[in-house]
């Protein structure tokens, strides 16, 4: 095989795997996740508590309702979760965050 040969099946080779993984690691693509997720649900009911440290009226966590995850300089979320206000006797309403 000639040398020329060689570095072009090289780099052919690196080119279909750089194709093949750059649209998944897009920097500040927003991927949805699954809200079932035990982690993702545990940071929704984080997001609240340190929302009813600042605050009077506080909110009661009942469930996330959507998240999506991105990557920039480390992993970011932007959740949708389902929270009630504990002083009134309205529904649970949603409110969006980013952790």
Excluded at 55 to 61: A, E, I, M, P, S
Excluded at 81 to 89: I, M, Q, T
Aim: with cysteine; net charge negative; proline share 5%.
């Amino acid at each position: 095989m000639h040398p020329h040969s060689f570095f072009l099946a090289l780099f052919a080779l690196l080119v279909s795997l750089v194709t093949d993984t750059a649209p998944n690691n897009v920097s500040g693509t927003w991927k949805p996740t699954n809200c079932i997720d035990l982690n993702t649900t545990e940071i929704g009911e984080w997001a609240v508590s340190e929302y009813n440290k600042n605050v009077t009226n506080k909110l009661v966590f009942e469930n996330l309702i959507s998240s999506e995850i991105t990557f920039i300089s480390g992993t970011l979320y932007l959740l949708l979760v389902a929270a009630k206000n504990e002083s009134l006797p309205n529904p649970a309403e949603y409110y969006k965050t980013s952790v």
